[in-house]
């Protein structure tokens, strides 16, 4: 039965030592040459108007991540959907119970505000022009 996985083995050590070989080569007889300039970032061959390190709000990286999750477990249902025939009450029901445990996942990140990226309101006092 191991005789079975030599090739794949040989094909991962082929592939790791190949590419050790290019970057030992690439590291050997690269040339070091830069300075600020050349190690500066640049975007679509035009240098940037400003740092290229800015802050970012959390919240559009909480979003994404909501967003992977719940397309990841959508993706679990279609396979439900194809063989939904011969399995069954039992399988339906399993199938709802994660569907449920979904839409609650859901509403609580709702609530919690996990899907608002905007500013967040600040109580300030009423300025009205009287």
Partial sequence: MPE??????????????????ILVLSWLL?????????????????????????????AFFMVALDFVIFDVEAAFLFPWALVIREGGPALFGAVMIFFLLLVVGFVY??????????????STPDRRIS
């Fill in 4 to 21: 079975t996985y030599y090739p794949i083995l040989f094909g991962v050590g082929l592939a790791l030592a190949l590419g050790s070989v």
């Fill in 109 to 122: 990140i709702w609530l919690m505000g996990g899907l608002d990226v905007g500013r967040r309101a600040t």
């Fill in 30 to 58: 690269g040339s070091r040459r830069g300075g600020r300039v050349k190690l500066s970032t640049y975007e679509s061959g035009m240098p940037l108007l400003d740092r290229s390190h800015k802050r970012l709000s959390i």
